[in-house]
């Protein structure tokens, strides 16, 4: 290798080609651009005339040098550049590489094994033995000094902690090594305690050099979850100006596909170790966040488990017709209302709305009948692990649920009217509650004195009726039961949620019996609190890299000692299951700050900058094939064939292939605004293209006409006639489709079907044109006519008639009795009128109030109307000045349909004028 | 030369006369857009309209006085009819090379809007009674299906053919010498080569009281000058060559020299009783033959 400055060159022999350019100069600067040959015929004029500018003959110099530095970077290239090659260090003794090996060496791990190679093979090179000493992960016998090959063959095998190293046991690790020895620290560039001793401890055996890449590190450090929402806080170690980084919340779409559900970006200001990410998100979407990540850090400190502490649950109240407005304190669902505010997030509605929303728990108060059809799909949702809550009351006493036998969604059998006790018809005192047994769900809370019951409904005495009772009265009978359900469950509380027969609701204890049921959620604190005595069993676990994988294979933990445990070698970070709640360890705890080390002035310290070497042949190459393209341009912008027809297609075609991506998206919405805009500004005529470029003109050109003579003759002045594709473009803006069918015409899409009907309900018109009227009479099966009835099959189209003589189309501009096209023959056919034995001896039909949805024809409209550029009509009509009467008839059955279409019942409403005038002068 | 065998004439006549039926065809096509009327000289004469009546003078044949118009009146009136003379039409389209050019293959090239133009405007005169000659041929003007064919034969361009002198095939100039007196004359052309031949064809006509039409027609190529770059430009014969570096560059001057072209023609014309007009081949046959026509029905 040739050494040149930072650059050397691996074949530094190919560099003589160098000594070639200037040749190459001469020979090319000898060659102009060749000139085009033209043949023109007023080149006869052009003699004598002489070029003002006498420059490119020869080839311009920049052009030239153009050309140079492209040959220049294939010599430089083909010689092999390397940029920073690497020169070799000498040492001698056994030499020590530690390695921090925490998660904050994960993002640039494959930097620091390409370090540790490095390390190896030059320790080989000068054939000393080797340590390497994992510091997150000391066995018994922690340094065997071996030869550099052996150790490289272990490489492979060293990975990243997904927590910090404990110097305790590193100190005690190297107490354990005889000898001195050289030492090459890879440290993860956190300060932590102890870090000084073990540094003490090294330096005593022999030199110590450390290596730490710059760049800068980040950690999702503690979670806080409140109304607004989570709260994260991102940390950071390394860099000290502005930088921003994006935090992703993960988790599973409502299909079940893992997916980035919500985005965040959070800049550092400058000097800024922490900023605070929040994300306010909708609880269904929250509750499905199973990860926080930062965006491209490679680490576990930048990942953020989420647990049940995250989630909100989901309580669905089912609300019925409730005749008693204003009652509002007997209302079923006031005091739940009031119970749940805050802690979950309510939805009401009815029953079958709210499973579809799958909510965690659905309150039943006091509804005691559920259809068929609502029993079902709930049945199948505590099934799957919902919660049902249902409250008795009046409606559940005086029906029949649940009497004989045992009713799915309720825990036990009821005995018919239930109870009143200490009312003023009845015997005995309000009852109290006994305080709640050990294996009750409410074990533990305490028990006021004034909750009483004065009503309830009662369960009948059952063999399993004492495993579901969980609460009871003082004297024994049951105030709630509870029975599992598949995964979930259902639980009865025997009492109104109202005040009406107990004063529970209105007690704290109330809330505690919810929040006891998981109905609310609890903070994290709360259920950590409640670990003593559990074993907690891993889920799932985090390596250093930040991935998860199942843990379910590792020793259960003891709630006591995870309760207070840091993310260690004994309780790696990852998701733990207690006995009723999935909890998360993460790496970095509410205290944990990330802190950069300081190391002392005379250690040495390296980074990775200065030792990566790169070869910088593909650049050069690439550089070349650039500047090629850019001769290629250039070359042909000097011989003037630059905008030429060919070159211009293929040039747009190279720019638009990465365009295109981005472009593909955006351009349907533009596209459509542009188009609605240029339809909606002006009144437009529009056609439906069908495919066929011939029948398309046509129908362009056939509008166009129509256009103009509407133009010159009425107050309608129509923009110029639009193609509509059905599939694609809006049709609410067009007053009148006319639509030619042709035999081939693909049938549109089931999308565009839709938008047709909708156009049709709100008062669009379509022109079916058959265009065979020559031919066909009705009931003939012309290939366009039965193409007519395959397109018009899924269209809302009413019952038709052949028009009328009084139809209000005859009459509307011109008075017409026949609607002539380019074939005179063929009939009409219209929306049929309601009853029309009710006209009442009127001349004029005052019945069809709406303008008819459709007109089907078969006259060619299109090509009697069609003209071309210059007004002159392109397409024959009859013969002679039969002909062209004939031209001027469907001209006129043209204005009368727009205007028809254009006013409405209007025109047919103005033959009342002179009876409404008759009868205001009397 | 040998001798053909019969079937190489046969298949070479076939070739010969397979463009005409299209052309008669499309000529007739575009001639019937044209509403005819028979063109009386608007003097009494010869003819079998009626022109007018007036008081019999003496030395009228008693047969020619019309009896029924005298019946209601005291005078005698004889009934006259319109003078409907026929008339000799030259027709001389250019055939040269250059006439060949199109700029896109969506336009006719200037040669088959000549040829159409022409022959459809002898159908129509030859519908209104006049007697038409095509100059190239040399024939005499006259009149029916016959001379009809023989002109669309003479206007049968070959661009292949191999004229003996390039720089003449490049560029046409018509031949008035043959052409009768008192006629009318039309040419058309591009009339981008030497002006000179066609100066003194169109003196040599007007001393014998021909009167006419020049028509020039252009490219649109021909009056844009879309080109660009380093060009070498050659006549369509190759009879001419000119190279600029910068076509841009000389596009204004070109068309300077156009327009004086254009000024020129209206002049020579101008000074010897004709019309001239230019047509373009992106635009409608149809104004275009309305305008032949009618200029030769305002210079009778």
């Known amino acids: ?71 220049a970077a294939l010599i430089l290239a083909f010689a092999g550049p390397v940029l920073n090659p690497r020169v070799d260090r000498g040492g001698s003794g056994p030499l020590v590489i530690l390695l921090d090996a925490s998660w904050a060496s994960a993002p640039d791990w494959a930097l620091r094994m390409g370090r540790v190679e490095q390390a190896l093979e030059e320790a080989g090179a000068d054939n000393r033995t080797v340590c390497i000493l994992s510091a997150t992960d000391i066995s018994a016998q922690p340094c065997d000094f071996l030869s550099a090959s052996d150790w490289r063959a272990r490489l492979p095998g060293l990975a990243p902690a997904p927590y910090a190293p404990d110097m305790a046991d590193l100190l005690a690790a ?134 049940d502490s995250l989630k909100r649950r989901e309580v669905g109240l089912v609300t019925v017709r409730d005749s008693r407005e204003g009652l509002q304190l007997l209302s079923q669902l006031h005091y739940l209302r009031a119970a749940l505010n805050g802690k979950a997030d309510v939805i009401e509605g009815a029953l079958a709305d709210l499973i579809q929303a799958n909510p965690d728990v659905i309150i039943l108060a006091d509804i005691a009948h559920l259809s068929g059809g609502e029993a079902a799909p709930l ?101 709630v039961t509870r029975k599992p359900v598949g995964q979930g469950q259902v639980v009865l509380f025997h009492v109104t949620a109202n005040a009406e027969w107990s004063t529970l609701p209105l ?58 445990a840091k993310a260690s070698a004994a309780t790696p970070p990852g998701l733990y299951q207690t006995r009723d709640s999935v909890l998360a360890l993460n790496i970095l705890g509410p205290e944990d700050h990330l802190i950069a080390t300081q190391w002392p002035a005379d250690v040495p310290v390296t980074g990775s900058q200065t030792r990566s070497e790169r070869p910088l042949t593909p650049a050069l190459l690439l550089a070349a094939l650039l500047l090629l393209g850019a001769d ?11 905008f030429g027809a060919r070159v211009v297609p293929i040039l747009l075609l190279a720019l638009s292939i990465p365009l295109s991506s981005t472009r593909a998206q955006d351009a349907p919405d533009t596209l459509s605004d542009a188009f609605a805009l240029a339809a909606s500004s002006e009144v437009a005529l529009a056609y439906v293209r069908t495919g066929d470029a011939r029948i398309d003109s046509l129908s362009e050109a056939g509008l166009a006409g129509l256009s103009a003579v509407l133009n010159a003759r009425t107050s309608v002045e129509p923009s110029p006639p639009m193609g509509v594709s059905l599939d694609t473009d809006p049709l609410g803006v067009f007053p009148i489709l006319y639509w030619p069918v042709t035999a081939d015409q693909p049938i549109p899409s089931a999308d565009a079907y839709i938008k047709l009907n909708a156009y049709l309900r709100t008062g669009g018109m379509i022109l079916f044109d058959t265009r065979d009227a020559d031919v066909a009479s009705f009931g003939a099966a012309t ?88 007004g002159v009509p392109l397409v024959p009509v009859g013969r002679g000045f039969n002909g062209e009467r004939q031209r001027e008839l469907a001209y006129r059955f043209g204005v009368n349909l727009v205007m028809y279409v254009l006013t409405g019942n209007y025109k047919s409403d103005q033959v009342h004028v002179p009876a409404l005038l008759d009868r205001l002068s009397q | 030369m040998s001798l053909s065998p019969p079937s190489s004439l046969r298949a070479r006549a076939e070739a010969l006369a397979g463009p005409l039926p299209p052309l008669q065809a499309q000529a007739e096509q575009l001639a ?82 000549a040829g159409l133009l022409t022959m459809a405007l002898a159908i129509l005169l030859m519908r209104g009674g006049e007697r038409v000659a095509l100059a190239s041929l040399g024939t005499p003007p006259r009149i ?73 027609i252009l490219d649109p190529a021909e009056e844009a000058f879309p080109f660009q770059g380093r060009t070498v430009f050659t006549s369509m014969a190759g009879g001419l060559r000119h190279e600029t570096l910068r076509a841009s560059d000389l596009r204004d001057r070109y068309l300077d020299r156009l327009s004086e072209r254009k000024t020129q023609l209206a002049h020579l014309a101008h000074q010897a009783g004709w019309r001239f007009a230019t047509h373009h081949t992106n635009t409608p046959a149809q104004p275009a033959l309305l305008w032949l026509y009618e200029g030769l029905e305002g210079a009778r």
Not at chain 1, 19 to 27: N, S, T
Not at chain 1, 406 to 411: M, N
């Open chain 1, 174 to 307: 190297l107490g354990t090594i005889q000898g001195g020895y050289e030492t090459l620290w890879l440290s993860d560039g956190l300060d932590r305690l102890g870090r000084d001793d073990v540094l003490d401890v090294l330096e005593a055996k022999g030199a110590v050099s450390v290596f730490e890449t710059p760049r800068a590190l980040y950690g999702l450090g503690p979670t806080t979850v409140d109304e607004t929402g989570v709260d994260l806080l991102v940390q950071r170690r390394g860099t000290v100006g502005e930088a921003s980084v994006a935090v992703l919340a993960h988790g599973p779409d409502p299909a079940g596909v893992p997916r980035v559900l919500a985005r965040q970006e959070v800049t550092f200001g400058s000097g800024e170790d922490a900023v605070s990410a929040l994300f306010d998100l909708p609880p269904e979407l929250r509750n499905r966040i199973t990860r926080f990540e930062i965006e491209s850090q490679r680490s576990a400190g930048a990942i953020r488990l989420a647990d």
């Open chain 1, 632 to 642: 290629v341009i250039a070359s042909l912008w000097l011989s003037g064939r630059l």
């Open chain 1, 783 to 870: 290939p366009t006519g039965l193409k007519l009835q395959a397109l018009a099959r899924p269209l809302d189209i009413p019952a038709l008639e052949q028009i009328p003589e009084d139809h209000v189309l005859t009459r509307t501009f011109y008075l017409l009795r026949e609607f002539p096209g380019r074939h005179a023959e063929g009939t009409v056919w219209v929306e049929a009128s309601a009853n029309a034995e009710q006209a009442e001896g009127m001349p004029f039909r005052n019945l069809n109030d709406n303008v008819t949805p459709v007109v089907i024809g078969g006259g060619d409209w299109a090509a009697a109307w069609a003209v071309d550029d210059t």
């Open chain 1, 507 to 564: 007690s704290g204890l109330f809330v505690s019996m919810l929040d006891r049921l998981a109905v609310t959620s609890r903070a994290a604190k709360a259920q950590v609190d409640d670990l003593a005595g559990q074993t907690v069993q891993p889920l799932k676990r985090l390596d250093g890299f930040g991935t998860l994988s199942d843990a379910a294979a590792m020793v259960p933990v003891e709630g006591a000692v995870f309760a207070t």
């Open chain 1, 379 to 479: 049945l199948d949702w505590v099934d799957a692990g919902g919660l049902l809550l249902r409250f008795a009351g009046p409606n559940l006493a005086a029906s029949d649920v649940a009497r004989d036998a045992e009713d799915p969604l309720l825990p036990v059998r009821l005995r018919a009217g239930g109870r009143t006790i200490g009312g003023a018809m009845s015997w005995g005192e309000p009852k109290t509650l006994r305080p709640f047994a050990e294996t009750s769900p409410f074990y533990g809370l305490p028990v006021p004195e004034d909750v009483t019951v004065s009503a309830q409904v009662m369960a009948q005495p059952d063999p399993d009726l004492a495993a579901r009772v969980i609460a009871t009265l003082g004297d024994g009978t049951p105030m």
């Open chain 2, 32 to 113: 019937r857009t044209l509403l005819l009327g028979g063109h009386g000289r608007r003097q009494a004469g010869m003819g079998d309209e009626f022109w007018q009546y007036r008081p019999a003078e003496p030395g009228d044949a008693g047969r020619s006085i019309d009896w029924r118009r005298s019946g209601r009146s005291d005078g005698h009136f004889v009934r006259e009819k319109e003078w409907q003379s026929a008339q000799s039409v030259h027709l001389w389209a250019d055939l040269s090379a250059s006439m060949g050019f199109s700029s896109d293959k969506n336009h006719p090239t200037k040669q088959e809007r």
């Open chain 1, 1 to 71: 290798m040739w050494i040149l400055g930072p650059v050397g060159f691996t074949a530094p022999w190919v560099l003589l080609g160098l000594l070639a350019l200037p040749i190459l100069w001469f020979v090319l600067r000898a060659v102009p651009p060749a000139p085009i040959r033209r043949r023109f015929p007023g080149v006869a004029l052009l003699l004598g005339l002489t070029d003002d500018e006498t420059e490119a003959d020869r080839t311009p110099w920049w052009l030239l040098l153009l050309r140079m530095l492209a040959v």
């Open chain 2, 144 to 216: 029916g299906a016959l001379q009809l064919r023989r002109i669309a034969e003479g206007l049968r361009f070959d661009p292949n053919a191999e004229a003996a002198d390039v720089e003449a095939a490049d560029y046409g100039a018509p031949d008035a010498t043959s052409f009768l007196p008192k006629s009318r004359a039309v040419f058309l052309s591009d009339f981008l080569g030497p002006i000179e031949p066609l100066e003194h064809a169109i003196g040599a006509a007007a001393d014998r009281g021909i009167t006419g039409l020049l028509y020039q």
